[in-house]
Structures are given as C-alpha cells and as structure tokens.
C-alpha cells in the first residue's frame, strides 16, 4: 500500500524520507507543494529531481478525502460530508463573516462521550480519524473555496468544533495542528487554531506541553449534578479539578483565557440562578463566554429557549465583567450548526 504523505507533519515527513534513504530537507518541499499548492501529482513537483519523482510516484500518494456532498446554506455557509473511504462519512462546516473565515472540522467518526445535547454522540463512535483524514479537511475545503498560494486567505480560522472528541484522538490531533501552523503550509497562527473538548484533563495537560493552541471547554453547567447528565464525561473528570487543569493550561496559551462554551436549554440552565453560579464556578479561571442557544435536532428531547432569556443570562455575565457573547445560529437549515453535525453515519 502507498504511503499517503497528506497527514505527515514536518518531524513525521522529514522520518519518512530517511527511512527511504532520501535527505531530510526533501520534507519541507513536499509539505510546501501539498498544501501551500495543493498539488497532487508529483511529477509537478519540478524541484524535485526526476529520480525521487518516480520513486515518489511508486511508493507514495496524495489522497485527500473524498466529497460525498455539498451544501450551502442561504447565509453562506457550507458544509460538505467527506467520504472516508470504508463506509464511514464526517462532516465539516465553513462559516463566513465579514472578517474571518471559520473552518469547523471533525476529529472522530462519531464520538464516545454521548452528550445528549449532541447529535453527533446520539449517532455512536466508529474510529478516530487518521491525521491524514483531519488536515484533509483543511485541504479540501481550501481546494473546494478557491484558496491560491498567493491571494488572500479564505480561511483563517480553524476550531475543532466538529464531530468527536479531539482530545481522545490526541496524537493525529496534534500533527494535524502541526501542519496547519507550517508556514510552509498553511500559517495560522496558535491564535486561530481552537482545540474544543469536553474537559479530558490528561489531554489538556498533554497540549499544554506539546502544542498550546487556543482552548474551549464545552461547559454546559455550572454544578457537577447537571454537568453529569448533559456532559457525562465530568463523572470522570469533575468541575473542580476541570477548572484547575484550565488555569494550568493558561500558563501557555496563547489567547491567555479559555473560552467556556454553554449551551443553553430552556429551563434546564438558563435562569439567572445559573448565571451566578457559573460565575461563582470560573471566578479564579481568566476566561470568556461562548453562548449557545441550542439546535434542535431529530430525537431530542430539549428545546431552545426564548431569545430574551438568551440576552438576558449574557447580561447577568456582562455585568459581572466577563465578556459573553451569543453564538449566531448558522446554516440551520442545511443541519450544520452547533450540535448537529451527524456525518449521516448510518448510511
């Protein structure tokens, strides 16, 4: 089987080329002509000698995943559902603004943690995605908006807010990240690469160490009885020691808070009595609020509450001088907004 060079960062292609007996430094070429100019073909690679072209040829291969669908949402959002090549489909979202572009990208077929305010987890896990399959995302959606290796970048910002756990899936999780802040790559800085997790405390602390891109918590609930049941994986690793570990992490950061994601459900955790006990929870923790009104999906059980009971827990934050903003629900109708993308796994 050729060995497909897409998922390979700097460290990893510079081990591959020794290991067939070729110099290191062919690893910053290739990494520049894969993703800088997306090429596929290496006999296009013209600064490669036509010896280690051929051999490229027999033994490697650049295999982006493949687009199974495209759709794009009356605000100008897309999502695309990426085939994965052995029955198993994710999917991953842009969102355009008038300053950024936002690239939402998957980490897992599925996800393990089940929270019911998801469809991903409703739907099961199937497998972690190879560090390949992650970047590819990256790729194709550069590849699928038109990016050129010298106009304006369309897509500046990367969260990994998609379907899984990134944090589960640590080690392609981190050489995909590796790439993507290459500047023989893509360039973005740490600043616009988001991490999301559900608060597994050893990975926090692992990318911490390796590779301290901007975090979000997916919080939810301000005491550990509600978190329990909307974020099961806090059975494991409670708020007490969850907040520790981000205060720990904040020693690298490069945005110097974590962003708390919440989202609200109506009479569940949106009264003003959870607003004051989440900011009795984060008092020690510099950070700031990602509010987000729930999306109702097939089989839920819960519902998104009224607008002004939205602005209105944002309120209690703002007052309490933390910055809160409310999350803009984007590309609804083409199911691609927060909580629920399901990769259509099943099918």
Request: hydrophobic residues 40%; aromatic residues 6%; proline residues 5%.
């Amino acid at each position: 089987m050729k060995k497909n060079l897409l998922g390979l960062d700097m460290v990893g292609m510079s081990a591959w080329f020794e290991e067939i007996g070729e110099k290191p430094f062919r690893a910053k070429q290739l990494i520049r002509w894969i993703h800088k100019f997306q090429e596929t073909d290496f006999a296009a690679m013209t600064d490669l000698s036509k010896s280690l072209r051929e051999k490229l040829v027999e033994i490697a291969e650049i295999r982006p995943p493949k687009v199974k669908a495209d759709k794009t949402a009356q605000d100008g959002t897309r999502k695309w559902l990426l085939d994965l090549g052995d029955n198993n489909s994710v999917e991953m979202v842009f969102i355009p603004t008038d300053t950024r572009g936002t690239l939402c990208i998957s980490s897992q077929v599925g996800c393990k943690l089940k929270c019911p305010s998801c469809a991903t987890g409703q739907n099961g896990f199937k497998r972690d995605m190879t560090s390949d399959e992650i970047i590819g995302q990256l790729w194709v959606a550069n590849q699928r908006l038109g990016a050129t290796p010298n106009g304006d970048r369309i897509i500046d910002n990367v969260v990994f807010m998609g379907m899984g756990e990134p944090l589960l899936n640590l080690d392609n999780t981190i050489a995909a990240i590796r790439i993507m802040m290459d500047d023989n790559a893509y360039g973005l800085s740490r600043r616009k690469v988001t991490v999301s997790t559900c608060g597994i405390i050893p990975g926090m602390d692992r990318l911490r160490e390796e590779c301290p891109v901007a975090l979000a918590i997916s919080l939810h609930a301000a005491n550990n009885t509600l978190r329990n049941k909307l974020v099961p994986i806090n059975k494991k690793y409670p708020l007490k020691p969850l907040m520790a570990a981000c205060s720990r992490y904040l020693d690298n950061t490069p945005k110097h808070h974590v962003t708390f994601e919440y989202i609200l459900i109506d009479g569940l955790n949106d009264q003003p009595s959870d607003a004051i006990e989440l900011i009795e929870l984060v008092k020690d923790v510099s950070c700031k609020f990602n509010l987000i009104p729930f999306n109702p999906f097939p089989g839920s059980e819960y519902k998104r509450p009224r607008m002004e009971k939205v602005r209105n827990f944002a309120d209690h934050l703002m007052k309490a001088d933390y910055v809160a903003t409310i999350r803009k629900t984007r590309g609804e109708e083409i199911a691609a907004a927060c909580g629920q993308l399901a990769g259509e796994l099943d099918k």
